[in-house]
T-cell receptor, first 116, second 115 residues
Framework: GAVVSQHPSWVICKSGTSVKIECRSL??????MFWYRQFPKQSLMLMAT?????????EQGVEKDKFLINHASLTLSTLTVTSAHPEDSSFYIC????????????FGPGTRLTVL | GQQVMQIPQYQHVQEGEDFTTYCNSS?????IQWYKQRPGGHPVFLIQ?????EVKKQKRLTFQFGEAKKNSSLHITATQTTDVGTYFC???????????????FGQGTILTVHP
């Protein structure tokens, strides 16, 4: 089956530092990947749509300069949280939509970010 | 923007009882998807509904998509402890361009099953 990995699975960083999270589709190509944020016992909030070879599309209220997205290949998208602050602490999950598909998204296992 | 409301937020049932979660969108959807997230896990795709009035079954799970393509439900018959988790609906509106494949998730229903 289709597998999506995320790295790291958890990270603790100091306030003001930047953190990069990788999302990889391991056995399929994904022109489109999505980045979500999830708070405990809450829903997934779409942050941005990552498109291979073009700029990401951000949802309203999500700061582009704060959450940098790069989708450099058909199997890799990265999310960089710049100048992280405690309020950025959250569970970040990516999903990948196989190229040519319009239905099932495959989710990564998520990355737990804690900013001290 | 598009909003997807899901109720109830929590549901506690005895094993063997039925369970239903409901989803309502503020706008007409292209499709609706259902996902299950186990505690500590990530969302796993269950099904996608596309057609108006569509009903699909997966063993004890029955999924419905409303005639107006604005609401949906998931019904589980005779729950088992393995059904525990959070069930999310997610509405798709494939308007094309940057909206392709984009989903708006409902708040989710946390299901607990007491043996």
């Amino acid at each position: 089956g289709a597998v999506v990995s995320q790295h790291p699975s958890w990270v603790i960083c100091k306030s003001g530092t930047s953190v990069k999270i990788e999302c990889r589709s391991l056995d399929f190509q994904a022109t489109t990947m999505f980045w979500y944020r999830q708070f405990p016992k809450q829903s997934l909030m779409l942050m941005a749509t990552s498109n291979e070879g073009s700029k990401a599309t951000y949802e309203q209220g999500v700061e582009k300069d704060k959450f940098l997205i790069n989708h450099a290949s058909l199997t890799l998208s990265t999310l960089t949280v710049t100048s992280a602050h405690p309020e950025d602490s959250s569970f970040y999950i990516c999903s990948a939509l196989p190229t040519g598909r319009v239905d099932e998204q495959f989710f990564g296992p998520g990355t737990r970010l804690t900013v001290l | 923007g598009q909003q997807v409301m899901q109720i109830p937020q929590y549901q506690h049932v005895q094993e063997g009882e039925d369970f239903t979660t409901y989803c309502n969108s503020s706008t007409t959807l292209s499709n609706i998807q259902w996902y299950k997230q186990r505690p500590g896990g990530h969302p796993v795709f269950l099904i996608q509904l596309v057609k108006s009035g569509e009903v699909k079954k997966q063993k004890r799970l029955t999924f419905q998509f409303g005639e107006a393509k604005k609401n949906s439900s998931l019904h589980i018959t005779a729950t088992q402890t393995t059904d525990v988790g959070t069930y999310f609906c997610a509405g798709g509106n494939n308007a094309g361009g940057t909206s392709y494949g984009k989903l708006t998730f409902g708040q989710g229903t946390i299901l607990t099953v007491h043996p």
